[in-house]
Antibody, heavy 124, light 107 residues
């Protein structure tokens, strides 16, 4: 069955780099896009970025200068790296699989499976 | 970038009531609108995609409607498990922006 799971350090020092891994099973990274979404405690969802089936990426413009998403298809893993972490980056980080279809040439995407999330704290 | 504005931000209702949550896109998203439900401490769960299509396993008391820039999620006959937060999302293009969320609470 389809599963995604985020992993990585729960604590990062200010100004350091966050490295997270999303390990997927039940589907291929060359067939489905994988997105990263984060959520500060008690707040809403923020889309961070995506790695497309072909391996290209798109990022939230507010994070683009600090964020990098990559993958290892042979290991079914997607990686998130974000540098210069500050307290505003404290959040639960999720990876999600996107399914999509075309309706009269209109792209209709939706996140049908999510990982359980991993909490990241920024503190010295 | 397409902005998504949800209303209300919070809503109190009783079991058995019906509620409607609205989502306004800053430009036409041609029906490419997604709704998620999130319970405390859990990941978001897909409810509706393509504005009106119910995900497998989601009860029929949930329904979505709308077109162009205006969309809504209706929940009929609220059940105790429906008290949660709800988010809309632009499914058309990147950035895949989410609405600010609606917290549905028990009155």
């Amino acid at each position: 069955q389809v599963q995604l799971k985020e992993s990585g350090p729960g604590l990062v020092q200010p100004s350091q780099t966050l490295s997270l891994t999303c390990t997927v099973s039940g589907f291929s990274l060359t067939s489905y896009n994988v997105h990263w979404v984060r959520q500060p405690t008690g707040k809403g969802l923020e889309w961070m970025g995506v790695i497309w089936t072909g391996g290209s990426t798109d990022y939230n413009s507010a994070l683009k200068s600090r964020l990098s998403i990559s993958r290892d298809t042979s290991k079914s893993q997607v990686f998130l790296k974000m540098n210069s972490l500050q307290t505003e980056d404290i959040a639960t980080y999720y990876c999600a699989r996107e399914s999509y279809y075309y309706s009269s040439y209109i792209y209709v995407g939706y996140f049908d499976f999510w990982g359980p999330g991993t909490m990241v704290t920024v503190s010295s | 970038d397409i902005q998504m504005t949800q209303s209300p931000t919070s809503l109190a209702a009783s079991v058995g009531e019906s509620v409607t949550i609205t989502c306004l896109a800053s430009e036409d998203i041609y029906g490419s609108l997604v709704w998620y439900q999130q319970k405390p401490g859990k990941s978001p769960q897909l409810l509706i995609y393509g504005a009106t299509i119910l995900e497998d396993g989601i009860p029929s008391r949930f329904s979505g409607s709308g077109s162009d820039t205006q969309y809504s999620l209706k929940i009929n006959s609220l059940q105790p498990e429906d008290f949660a937060s709800y988010y809309c999302q632009n499914g058309l293009s990147t950035p895949r922006t989410f609405g600010g969320g609606t917290k549905l609470e028990l009155k």
